[in-house]
Every structure is written in structure tokens, then in C-alpha cells.
């Protein structure tokens, strides 16, 4: 029997493998169960004498294969000659979140096994998650504040939370504001905010927190990059568009339209050329300044005027 587990939440998909481990070994037996993670450093023999080989002592036996978008071309020609000669009792589980759904191994896989997608479409699907397997040990609250915090990646969120669990019996908002650190990236999603909102002392002290684990020319590229999104948004808002997230292909972050902020779509287009324009007297060498610390006060001059 053939499965095949994928699509794009490595948390779900490791969740069933893992699952499938553990009810396998518990009835069967560990020397059953063989786990292939990085399958480019498997010799072919042993690929297809493990794959094909009943076991001597068991009914049934396990070979898990994680696949990702490296597969050579030699294991891919090896494993769609195999997938069709996989004896019953042996069961073979598939699993990628990175594998392209173009490739020919993906068309075999998918029509060859049983097939299965995991998918996390937004934060209500990670909250979701998040409360079914902390039950009551964690606030709503605290619940958006990690999801926030850890820009929604669930295996991060899982590690900080299990972290908390042994000092903590019940996770509130205090306990994620005093304990973990935002990613980079919900960091400056708050600088944004703080921006937008007219907010610029905040957002000010807050950059200078964020440059104490990255460098001035991150942070300004990443700022640029999400005030467009916000400024698109708002641009759309202001001739009245109804499907903003379709048109920009937001995903994940369709919430970034039910935003509303103090500035106008004026005031934010006028401060993003003056941003745009750093980078361009940069290239065009028009800055008397050369250091980072002539970047940012650059930067903050901006944003206080």
C-alpha cells in the first residue's frame, strides 16, 4: 500500500507521519519500520531491496520517504519504476511539502497511492490547530499573540508553547509577551503599523530593537516591501474595490485588508517615494553619508517629518 501526505503545512504532514510511526512500531515493532529522510544519500540497491522485501518476521513493514524539491533525477526514475512492484504488505509512506505538483514524480505518487493533502490556509486554520492540541491549557488570546508572534509557522509555535508548558499549567498572553521573542518578520509588520497609524516614536523604538538582530539594509527592504502591500491595499480601498485580496494575491494575509490606520492613501503614497528614494540616491551615490548609522538617521528623519 502506497500513501502519499503533502501540500504546504510541514507541521500537519509531519504530524501523520509521525502518528503512523508511532501506531506501526506499537504493534509491529521498530526493526520494521525504516525511515528515509534524505533520500539522495540512499544507494538505489538498498532504495528498492528495502522498498520491495517483505519482512521475514512481520506481517506488515513501514518505509516512510520524505521527498523534497532536490530529488535527484536518478531516485525519481528509481522510485516511479518501484511504485507499481510494492508488495501488500509493505507500506510505503510518501511525504513533501516541497515537492512540484509539475513534476512527473509528484503525477505518479499522486495516482498511485492514496493521497492525501494538508493544507493551512489562513490563521483561523492555525488557531484552530493550536486550541485542539493545547485544549485548555492556553488562552484565545494568547493563542492570536504566538500565531502573531511566530508569523503563524507552526512548528515554531509548538516548540515555544511546549517550552512554556514546563514552567507554565495554563499559557496566557503574559506568559507569551515575557518569554518569546516576535520573528523579524512580525516585528516589522508592527513597525508598519505603528507607521501607518501616525505612531512614529513607537515605531521608531521599535526599529531600533529589530537592528539589534539584523542590519539597517534588512530592515529597510523589508519595510519597503510591506508598507507596498499596505499602500496597494489602501489604494484599492480609496476607488472603492470590493476582492482587494484577490487581486494581490494576499493568502495568508487577506486580514491586511479589514485594517484601517490614521493615514491616508495620500499621505502614505508621498512617504513611501520618500523611503523608495534613499535606495535611489544610494545607487546613484547623491548620499554624503556611508555608514548604517547615516542610514538610519535618514530613515527616522523620514519618518518623523
Do not use: C
Amino acid at each position: 500500500m502506497i500513501y502519499f501526505y503533502t501540500w504546504n503545512s510541514s507541521f500537519l504532514v509531519a504530524e501523520q507521519v509521525k502518528a503512523w510511526k508511532n501506531k506501526f512500531v506499537s504493534k509491529f515493532w521498530d526493526f520494521n519500520m525504516l525511515h528515509i529522510k534524505d533520500l539522495n544519500t540512499v544507494d538505489n540497491n538498498f532504495l528498492i531491496e528495502n522498498t520491495l522485501s517483505t519482512s521475514f518476521l512481520s506481517e506488515k513493514k513501514l518505509i516512510i520517504i520524505n521527498l523534497d524539491k532536490e530529488t535527484n533525477e536518478e531516485k525519481t526514475t528509481t522510485l516511479i519504476h518501484i511504485l507499481n512492484k510494492v508488495p501488500d504488505d509493505n507500506i510505503v509512506l510518501f511525504n513533501s511539502t516541497q515537492i512540484d505538483k509539475r513534476s512527473k514524480l509528484f503525477k505518479e505518487l499522486k495516482k498511485s497511492s492514496e493521497f492525501k493533502e494538508f493544507n493551512i490556509k489562513n490563521d483561523f486554520d492555525v488557531e484552530w490547530i493550536i486550541s485542539k492540541k493545547y485544549g485548555g491549557k492556553i488562552s484565545p488570546e494568547a493563542v492570536k499573540t504566538i500565531i502573531k508572534y511566530k508569523s503563524g509557522d507552526l512548528n515554531k509555535i509548538e516548540s515555544e508553547l511546549n517550552k512554556l508548558l514546563i514552567n507554565f499549567d495554563y499559557i496566557n498572553n503574559k506568559e507569551i509577551t515575557d518569554n518569546i521573542i516576535p520573528e523579524l518578520e512580525e516585528s516589522i509588520f508592527q513597525v508598519v503599523d505603528d507607521i501607518l497609524n501616525k505612531n512614529i516614536t513607537q515605531a521608531i523604538e521599535k526599529i531600533n530593537i529589530i537592528l539589534n538582530d539584523t542590519n539597517i539594509y534588512w530592515l529597510y527592504n523589508n519595510l519597503l516591501a510591506n508598507l507596498r502591500t499596505s499602500i496597494y491595499i489602501l489604494k484599492l480601498k480609496n476607488i472603492k474595490k470590493s476582492n482587494i485580496s484577490e487581486i494581490l494575491s494576499l493568502w495568508n494575509r487577506w486580514f491586511l485588508v479589514n485594517k484601517n490606520y490614521r493615514i491616508t492613501y495620500k499621505e502614505a503614497q508621498k512617504l513611501y517615494i520618500n523611503l523608495v528614494n534613499i535606495d535611489k540616491k544610494m545607487k546613484s551615490w547623491k548620499l554624503n553619508w556611508t555608514s548604517p548609522s547615516d542610514m538610519l538617521f535618514e530613515l527616522e528623519r523620514i519618518l518623523i517629518s
